[in-house]
């Protein structure tokens, strides 16, 4: 409730370390780790109750909705936020680029063995 003014249970929160600007990001300007050359983005915390309650709202694996969560974390991360209509289009485009990429549709079930 602190954060966005929403008392109800969440699915996933994000906690950045940096503000970017997103599809702004640039190597040269944000302070990389010299030893070992990364980035930290800062903290994700994923409910993985309500990740298996959505997936199965959904109709698909709690898999795949986790790893839904973490690209949807991951852009908030990166400056990336969903407050207004434009936003919204913006973020759900590059979650889905993503997704895609990494061949999660919605219809793409784990093997959990």
């Known amino acids: 409730m602190d954060q966005r003014g929403i008392?109800?249970?969440?699915?996933?929160?994000?906690f950045p370390m940096f503000s970017f600007t997103p599809g702004a990001f640039?190597?040269?300007?944000?302070?990389?780790?010299?030893?070992?050359?990364?980035?930290?983005l800062g903290d994700i915390a994923i409910s993985l109750e309500r990740a298996r309650a959505q997936a199965e709202e959904y109709g698909h694996s709690a898999e795949?909705?986790?790893?839904?969560?973490t690209v949807h974390?991951?852009?908030?991360l990166l400056g990336y936020d969903h407050g207004s209509e434009e936003d919204r289009a913006r973020m759900r485009e590059r979650e889905e680029d993503i997704l895609l990429s990494l061949g999660l549709t919605r219809e793409v079930e784990f093997d959990a063995g």
């Open 7 to 14: 008392d109800a249970p969440t699915d996933v929160l994000s």
């Open 73 to 76: 974390s991951v852009l908030h």
């Open 26 to 40: 640039s190597a040269e300007t944000i302070p990389v780790d010299p030893d070992t050359n990364l980035l930290p």
């Open 64 to 69: 795949r909705e986790v790893a839904y969560l």
